[in-house]
């Protein structure tokens, strides 16, 4: 669960970093430091806490402090794009230097797979486009619903 926010996080980054939209960027990069740092600590006695900004929660607690300095470091660079906005090289170099620090904090969960591509038309987005094509043409045919009434109804 913790690295489906920080794949979240981490489009979210890439998609401000895209737009020039620093201050999300940087909101972004704080979240998913967090999470990554949580995710990290598991391994030498985290325990695991899903819920942001809980008063329960120190992200550093059990983290190795090289993580933790290298997380720190790029919300550091963060925070100083959110006052001015980097050139395109500078961004890049960034986003290149995250991407790699949430890969080596991947690799030591030791998954079986890689985590699918949720937010994107391959992953969980695509298949509710589909239900939603699907949707008008099983109605049309009289045919029963693909989701529970119960899940389709508004609140």
Not at 87 to 114: C, G, M, N, Y
Not at 122 to 142: C, K, N, P, S
Request: proline share 8%.
């Amino acid at each position: 669960m913790l690295m489906i926010g920080a794949q979240s996080a981490l489009q979210d980054i890439d998609g401000g970093a895209k737009a020039g939209q620093w201050l999300l960027v940087l909101g972004q990069t704080r979240y998913l430091i967090t999470i990554c740092c949580q995710a990290r600590g598991l391994e030498f006695g985290a325990e695991p806490y899903v819920a942001e900004d809980g008063g329960a929660l120190d992200p550093h607690t059990h983290v190795p402090p090289d993580i933790w300095i290298a997380g720190h470091h790029l919300l550091k660079e963060a925070s100083e794009f959110s006052r001015t906005a980097p050139d395109a090289e500078r961004a890049q170099f960034w986003l290149a230097q995250i991407h790699a620090w949430v890969s080596e904090i991947e690799s030591t969960l030791r998954l079986p797979d890689p985590l699918p591509e949720l937010r994107s038309p391959e992953g969980m987005f695509g298949a509710i486009r589909l239900v939603r094509a699907w949707t008008e043409l099983t109605d049309r045919l009289g045919l029963p619903p693909l989701l529970p009434t119960d899940w389709t109804r508004p609140l």
